[in-house]
């Protein structure tokens, strides 16, 4: 999370010394746990969601497609959004 959340306050540090609005939606930041493969997040939990009342969608796809598994030598798992 150092390098997105950098990169966000940075932009904001800008945007105020030019005298913009300057604000850090920390909300929409991606979170990783540097494993092998990696886990990252973004927003909130489906748990979360389901909780809102709003209406949703959950799509899985196997990580042997990505274009990383095959290099990395991994044939197992999934990314879930």
């Given at each position: 999370m150092?390098?997105?959340?950098?990169?966000?306050?940075?932009?904001?540090?800008?945007?105020?010394?030019?005298?913009k609005?300057?604000?850090?939606?920390?909300?929409v930041?991606p979170s990783?746990?540097?494993?092998?493969p990696?886990?990252a997040w973004?927003?909130?939990?489906?748990?979360q969601?389901?909780?809102?009342?709003?209406a949703?969608?959950v799509?899985?796809?196997?990580f042997?497609?990505?274009?990383?598994?095959p290099r990395?030598?991994?044939?197992?798992?999934?990314?879930?959004?």
């Amino acid at each position: 999370m150092l390098a997105h959340k950098g990169k966000e306050e940075g932009v904001s540090v800008a945007d105020r010394i030019a005298g913009k609005y300057a604000h850090v939606n920390y909300k929409v930041i991606p979170s990783v746990i540097y494993t092998a493969p990696e886990i990252a997040w973004v927003g909130q939990t489906e748990e979360q969601v389901e909780a809102s009342g709003r209406a949703y969608k959950v799509g899985v796809f196997p990580f042997l497609a990505s274009g990383r598994a095959p290099r990395n030598g991994a044939g197992s798992g999934f990314s879930r959004s």
